[in-house]
T-cell receptor, first 112, second 115 residues
């Protein structure tokens, strides 16, 4: 049973560029949440998607946007990249609630 | 807003010994969940143990157990018979239906296991 799959695993971008990160949830899960984990910190909630809509959003600027597709997969887009956006981006999927909340291995984004 | 505090940035333990990681949280909700996650160098967050706030009995998973003190808002993790594979970052996390099932994490505790 495939767990949560994220791509790519590593990414290097230049300041001002745009990036798209992808997440395929665990089979049977319908909710996808995105987290940003800066070096040496705990993950910070970015937003959550359920039924193709953003259900909740954390304290992140509008440069961070997302999408959920009918097959429950999700994308995280970040525009006008800043050096401070360098972090590990984690995707987690669940079945509506917190039961079975499963994380992927993340995408390491480096902005230079 | 809910907050989670882990006051021990680093801990170390001898192999086969017992170690306890501390976590406190702040919330005004009465129904919530608490979690301990392990993050090895592979980066994936692995669920170690979860506790529902309405359950008085402390959760146990093999060598891992928690001491949940709801009134004190404390949630510590005890690892018994520590193994080299237990070495990792450990994060305490809070979640609830009132927060639409997002998780709020502490800053983590780096656990080193010495042979």
């Amino acid at each position: 049973d495939a767990g949560v799959t994220q791509s790519p695993t590593h990414l290097i971008k230049t300041r001002g560029q745009q990036v798209t990160l992808r997440c395929s949830p665990k089979s049977g899960h319908d909710t996808v949440s995105w987290y940003q984990q800066a070096l040496g910190q705990g993950p910070q909630f970015i937003f959550q998607y359920y039924e193709e809509e953003e259900r909740q959003r954390g304290n992140f600027p509008d440069r961070f946007s997302g999408h959920q597709f009918p097959n429950y997969s999700s994308e995280l887009n970040v525009n006008a990249l800043l050096l401070g956006d360098s972090a590990l981006y984690l995707c987690a999927s669940s079945l509506f609630t917190l039961y079975g909340y499963t994380f992927g291995s993340g995408t390491r984004l480096t902005v230079v | 807003a809910q907050t989670v505090t882990q006051s021990q940035p680093e801990m170390s333990v001898q192999e086969a010994e017992t170690v306890t990681l501390s976590c406190t949280y702040d919330t005004s909700e009465s129904d919530y969940y608490l979690f301990w996650y392990k993050q090895p160098p592979s980066r994936q967050m692995i669920l170690v143990i979860r506790q529902e706030a309405y359950k008085q009995q402390n959760a146990t998973e093999n060598r891992f157990s928690v001491n949940f003190q709801k009134a004190a808002k404390s949630f510590s993790l005890k690892i018994s018979d520590s193994q080299l594979g237990d070495a990792a970052m450990y994060f305490c996390a809070y979640g609830s239906g009132g927060s639409n099932y997002k998780l709020t994490f502490g800053k983590g505790t780096l656990l080193t296991v010495n042979p």
